[in-house]
Nanobody
Framework: QVQLVESGGGLVQPGGSLRLSCAAS??????MSWYRQAPGKQRELVAV???????TYADSVKGRFTISRDIAKNTLYLQMNSLKPEDTAVYYC???????????WGQGTQVSVSS
Protein backbone atom coordinates (compact mmCIF):
# COMPACT_ATOMS: atom_id res chain seq x y z
CA GLN A 1 0.00 0.00 0.00
CA VAL A 2 1.37 3.35 -1.04
CA GLN A 3 1.23 6.02 1.67
CA LEU A 4 2.41 9.57 2.16
CA VAL A 5 2.24 10.79 5.75
CA GLU A 6 2.95 14.42 6.61
CA SER A 7 4.04 15.74 9.99
CA GLY A 8 5.53 18.87 11.51
CA GLY A 9 2.71 21.36 11.16
CA GLY A 10 1.60 23.63 13.96
CA LEU A 11 1.07 27.17 15.17
CA VAL A 12 3.96 29.60 14.82
CA GLN A 13 4.38 33.36 15.16
CA PRO A 14 5.15 35.53 12.13
CA GLY A 15 8.85 35.35 11.35
CA GLY A 16 9.13 31.88 12.81
CA SER A 17 10.13 28.58 11.24
CA LEU A 18 8.70 25.11 10.80
CA ARG A 19 9.97 21.96 9.13
CA LEU A 20 7.46 19.67 7.49
CA SER A 21 8.21 16.03 6.76
CA CYS A 22 6.50 13.55 4.45
CA ALA A 23 7.28 9.89 5.02
CA ALA A 24 6.64 7.83 1.90
CA SER A 25 6.14 4.07 1.83
CA UNK A 26 5.07 1.38 -0.58
CA UNK A 27 6.70 2.84 -3.67
CA UNK A 28 9.55 4.87 -5.10
CA UNK A 29 8.74 8.36 -6.28
CA UNK A 30 10.24 10.38 -9.09
CA UNK A 31 8.90 13.92 -8.65
CA MET A 32 7.69 14.98 -5.22
CA SER A 33 5.98 18.23 -4.31
CA TRP A 34 4.42 20.28 -1.57
CA TYR A 35 1.06 21.94 -2.16
CA ARG A 36 -1.03 24.08 0.17
CA GLN A 37 -4.64 25.08 0.44
CA ALA A 38 -5.85 28.05 2.44
CA PRO A 39 -9.50 28.36 3.52
CA GLY A 40 -11.67 29.41 0.58
CA LYS A 41 -8.82 29.13 -1.91
CA GLN A 42 -7.68 26.62 -4.47
CA ARG A 43 -4.83 24.23 -3.75
CA GLU A 44 -1.59 25.72 -5.02
CA LEU A 45 1.85 24.36 -5.76
CA VAL A 46 4.51 25.45 -3.26
CA ALA A 47 7.66 23.58 -4.31
CA VAL A 48 8.77 20.66 -6.46
CA UNK A 49 11.84 18.42 -6.33
CA UNK A 50 12.88 15.83 -8.91
CA UNK A 51 14.65 12.54 -8.32
CA UNK A 52 17.83 14.37 -9.34
CA UNK A 53 17.05 17.00 -6.66
CA UNK A 54 16.34 19.83 -9.09
CA UNK A 55 13.94 22.25 -7.37
CA THR A 56 11.27 24.78 -8.34
CA TYR A 57 9.43 27.19 -6.04
CA ALA A 58 6.34 29.35 -6.17
CA ASP A 59 7.29 33.03 -6.30
CA SER A 60 5.54 33.62 -2.98
CA VAL A 61 7.94 31.33 -1.08
CA LYS A 62 11.23 31.79 -2.95
CA GLY A 63 14.06 32.61 -0.58
CA ARG A 64 12.04 31.52 2.46
CA PHE A 65 11.19 27.86 1.87
CA THR A 66 13.52 24.99 0.99
CA ILE A 67 12.36 21.63 -0.34
CA SER A 68 14.62 18.62 0.06
CA ARG A 69 14.45 14.86 0.06
CA ASP A 70 16.30 11.92 1.56
CA ILE A 71 15.96 9.23 -1.06
CA ALA A 72 17.42 6.52 1.21
CA LYS A 73 14.76 7.30 3.84
CA ASN A 74 12.07 7.93 1.19
CA THR A 75 11.23 11.17 2.98
CA LEU A 76 10.39 14.64 1.69
CA TYR A 77 10.97 17.83 3.67
CA LEU A 78 9.94 21.47 3.55
CA GLN A 79 11.92 23.92 5.65
CA MET A 80 9.85 27.07 6.08
CA ASN A 81 11.53 30.21 7.39
CA SER A 82 10.33 33.80 7.82
CA LEU A 83 6.75 32.58 7.93
CA LYS A 84 3.95 35.04 7.20
CA PRO A 85 0.25 34.95 8.10
CA GLU A 86 -0.51 34.36 4.42
CA ASP A 87 1.40 31.07 4.64
CA THR A 88 -1.43 29.71 6.81
CA ALA A 89 -2.87 26.66 5.04
CA VAL A 90 -3.11 22.91 5.04
CA TYR A 91 0.09 21.62 3.44
CA TYR A 92 -0.05 18.45 1.35
CA CYS A 93 2.68 16.14 0.16
CA UNK A 94 2.39 14.85 -3.40
CA UNK A 95 4.35 12.13 -5.13
CA UNK A 96 4.46 10.62 -8.61
CA UNK A 97 5.59 7.00 -8.72
CA UNK A 98 8.48 5.73 -10.80
CA UNK A 99 7.48 3.55 -13.78
CA UNK A 100 3.71 3.73 -14.13
CA UNK A 101 3.21 7.39 -13.19
CA UNK A 102 0.55 7.36 -10.53
CA UNK A 103 -0.06 10.36 -8.28
CA UNK A 104 -0.51 10.07 -4.53
CA TRP A 105 -1.42 12.61 -1.85
CA GLY A 106 -0.87 12.76 1.86
CA GLN A 107 -3.64 13.65 4.31
CA GLY A 108 -2.29 17.15 4.95
CA THR A 109 -0.85 18.98 7.93
CA GLN A 110 -2.10 22.33 9.23
CA VAL A 111 0.28 25.28 9.37
CA SER A 112 -1.00 28.38 11.14
CA VAL A 113 0.99 31.61 11.32
CA SER A 114 -0.42 34.07 13.82
CA SER A 115 0.63 36.30 16.68
Amino acid sequence: QVQLVESGGGLVQPGGSLRLSCAASGSTFSVMSWYRQAPGKQRELVAVISSGKATTYADSVKGRFTISRDIAKNTLYLQMNSLKPEDTAVYYCNGITVGLPLTYWGQGTQVSVSS
